[in-house]
């Protein structure tokens, strides 16, 4: 699976898991597959990555400004595919005044914006 997606049951937060599954040479990420988690690490600091999540982070500005949903945490991650393991995106949101979990409304909003970034950035 290439989005991951979970819910806090006690906050009203969600963390997002975006895979990268395809090479994306417009990031210099042509290889997106290592035998070991370590492997994964320059992939993360190279600076086509950082462009990447500066992409990211300019796509969730733009579709949260007018929103309940704030950015918590944008980051990379070390993500495990069968057996290997790929660079992605680590992604908390936050919905802004609520009070426990969060809404339905919320959480469909979070999955849309989760596809909008795969389909958008082509990252699978």
């Given at each position: 699976?290439?989005?991951?997606?979970?819910?806090?049951?006690?906050?009203?937060?969600?963390s997002v898991e975006l895979m990268i599954t395809?090479?994306?040479?417009?990031?210099?990420?042509?290889?997106?597959?290592?035998?070991?988690?370590?492997?994964?690490?320059?992939?993360l600091a190279s600076q086509g990555f950082k462009?990447?999540?500066?992409?990211?982070?300019?796509?969730?500005?733009?579709?949260?400004?007018?929103?309940?949903?704030?950015?918590?945490?944008?980051?990379?991650?070390?993500?495990?595919?069968?057996?290997?393991?790929?660079?992605?995106?680590?992604?908390?949101?936050?919905?802004?005044?609520?009070?426990?979990?969060?809404?339905?409304?919320?959480?469909?909003?979070?999955?849309?914006?989760?596809?909008?970034?795969?389909?958008?950035?082509?990252?699978?």
């Open positions: 699976m290439t989005i991951k997606i979970a819910y806090d049951k006690t906050a009203p937060t969600s395809k090479p994306l040479p417009d990031y210099d990420l042509e290889d997106t597959e290592a035998p070991i988690p370590r492997d994964v690490d320059p992939m462009d990447l999540l500066d992409e990211v982070r300019t796509i969730l500005d733009r579709d949260l400004s007018s929103g309940t949903l704030e950015i918590a945490q944008l980051t990379g991650a070390i993500c495990h595919d069968k057996e290997v393991y790929r660079p992605g995106i680590w992604l908390v949101l936050r919905e802004r005044s609520a009070n426990g979990e969060m809404s339905v409304t919320a959480r469909k909003r979070v999955a849309s914006i989760a596809e909008t970034l795969r389909h958008d950035l082509q990252l699978s």
